[in-house]
């Protein structure tokens, strides 16, 4: 059998209506039972009050009219004065007046009302001098009844009936009832509107997230008050600005991707093709122009392969990273005797840092070979190391420097000047070196202040880093 799974705004509208009913029917029977037992021992308290008064009437009667009769009669005659009141006499004591009789377990009454009492209340009564009160029925209806000893023997009782209190708690169970019932209905109602409220709102965010799933990356939720609600749309919206974000990356990559199989087979159709006019070459008689194309573009090929193996481990964050203690001023100084060429190095301040010598040497040598195909001289390396949290090398030109439309894209992949284009570069070089940077913790800055100006910021420690430890052996003590 197929369960029923009610929807959303049902559950509300029930979960409501079974918490309204609960708690509405709870505190209306607690407010019964409170007004119950009051109006029931304010109905005690009267009916007391006056049975005791009764009670001394009768004594201070039958004392003023102390004579040879029967007390029993004379206190009968003052009773009968007492209107719309059903009283009783029993009489164990025979100098009073009749005796009243066993009667099953009760004691027949010898003047009022003919009814048969309790005799484990009469007894009760008999035996001490405060009131004794009970319930019974009596003549069908129920009675608070009172017994107490007016004389030696003699007892007086009076019969109260709960009719009226009874009616009153109807009355009062009544008011409760409609007043539950009202409180139910007007619960249910709010309990409607909420939930067509929420359910309005879950609509709206069912939309967007659909929207959203078929493309519209735009989709935004409305941020309202400080609601649950409101921190479930700040989610969607920052998800959905993460998800935009992240596919715009992917195009990108994806893009990226297309110009790179575009660049690489651009890149090698040129050496191939000049291959294999050297290959067909070396049966004719320039045997040695021939080998020496095929030995240049082999190299060629050697030093592009590298780098796109070099490239494919960045893309997959498996470039080796070996970091240990540095000096700048040594490395671009090896750099510059590499190079051949006459480069001053300049040092402001401390020049050490933590990283891998073998990146940080490509990045100089890139930057460097960069200033000399590309620019003109003088050529200077500067190192500022006057800040204590990172370390700066700025490798500048006097030639035309960049061109503004190059400026934002110069180290993206394949990306070459039109004088680059006419050299033996593969445009991979100043990527591989900004990949570098970024595995240290750090960046290259260009600008082009009369020339070209290629900066390179490192910090001292890498990122999650820490200085080695010097694990040189201590001297040893006498």
């Known amino acids: 059998m197929r369960r029923w799974h009610p929807g ?8 409501v209506i079974a918490i309204t009913v609960a708690a509405t ?9 409170l007004q119950q037992s009051e109006i ?13 008064s009764d009670a001394q009437g009768v004594h201070q009667w039958l004392v003023n009219t102390a004579g040879g009769g029967s007390k029993v009669d004379s206190a009968g005659v003052y009773l009968k004065g007492r209107l719309a009141l059903d009283w009783a006499i029993v009489n164990f004591n025979p100098a009073t007046g009749p005796i009243s009789r066993q009667e099953g377990a009760g004691y027949v009454a010898v003047a009022g009302v003919p ?16 009131t004794v009160v009970f319930n019974d029925v009596v003549q069908g ?46 619960g249910s109602g ?20 659909r929207q959203l799933g078929s493309g519209d990356l735009e989709t935004r939720l409305p941020v309202q008050g400080q609601d649950e609600f409101a921190d479930l749309a700040g989610e969607f919206n920052a998800m959905a600005r993460r998800l935009g974000e992240s596919i715009e990356e992917l195009r990108r990559k994806d893009e990226q991707q297309r110009q790179f199989v575009a660049d690489v087979a651009h890149d090698l159709r040129t050496p191939m093709a000049v291959l294999i006019a050297a290959s067909d070459g070396l ?7 021939s080998a020496e194309l095929i030995a240049s573009q082999s190299r060629r090929l050697s030093a592009l392969v590298e780098d796109l193996l070099e490239m494919s481990r960045f893309d997959a964050g498996a470039a080796e990273f070996r970091p240990e203690p540095v000096d700048l001023q040594e490395l671009c100084v090896d750099v510059v005797e590499m190079v051949a060429a006459d480069i001053p190095v300049r040092l402001l301040g401390e020049g050490v840092l933590v990283g891998d010598p073998r990146r940080l040497h490509t990045i100089v040598r890139n930057l460097v070979s960069n200033a000399l195909h590309h620019g003109a001289p003088p050529i200077t390396i500067t190192i500022d190391g006057a800040d204590p949290s990172e370390v700066r090398v700025a490798v500048r030109d006097h030639g035309p420097g960049l061109p503004p439309e190059l400026m934002p894209v110069v180290f993206d992949r394949f990306v070459r000047g039109d004088r680059s284009r006419r050299g033996e570069g593969s445009g991979l070089g100043l990527a591989i070196a900004y990949e570098n940077a970024v595995l240290h913790g750090g960046r290259i800055d260009v600008a082009s202040p009369g020339g070209a100006e290629f900066t390179l910021v490192v910090p001292r420690i890498p990122r999650g880093g820490r200085p080695p430890i010097d694990e040189s052996p201590e001297p040893a003590h006498p």
């Not at 959303?8 to 979960?15: A, D, E, K, P, Y």
């Not at 029931?40 to 006056?50: E, I, L, S």
């Not at 009814?115 to 405060?130: F, H």
């Open 115 to 130: 009814v048969v009492l309790d005799a484990e209340q009469v007894d009760r009564a008999r035996k001490q001098l405060e």
């Open 40 to 52: 029931r021992n304010r109905f005690a308290a009267a009916a007391k009050a006056n049975f005791d």
């Open 141 to 186: 209806s129920t009675q608070l009844i009172f017994v107490k000893q007016t004389e030696p023997d003699m007892l007086l009782v009076e019969f109260y009936s709960t009719a009226i209190t009874d009616h009153e708690l109807a009355r009062v169970r009544l008011e409760l009832s409609a007043a539950s019932l009202l409180v139910i209905l007007v």
């Open 25 to 33: 029917g709870t505190m209306a029977y607690l407010s019964y039972q």
């Open 283 to 289: 049966a004719g008689p320039d045997h040695d122009r």
């Open 190 to 209: 709010l309990g409607l509107l909420a939930a067509r409220r929420i359910q309005r709102r879950v609509r709206v965010a069912a939309g967007a997230a």
């Open 8 to 15: 959303l705004r049902t559950s509300i509208v029930l979960s």
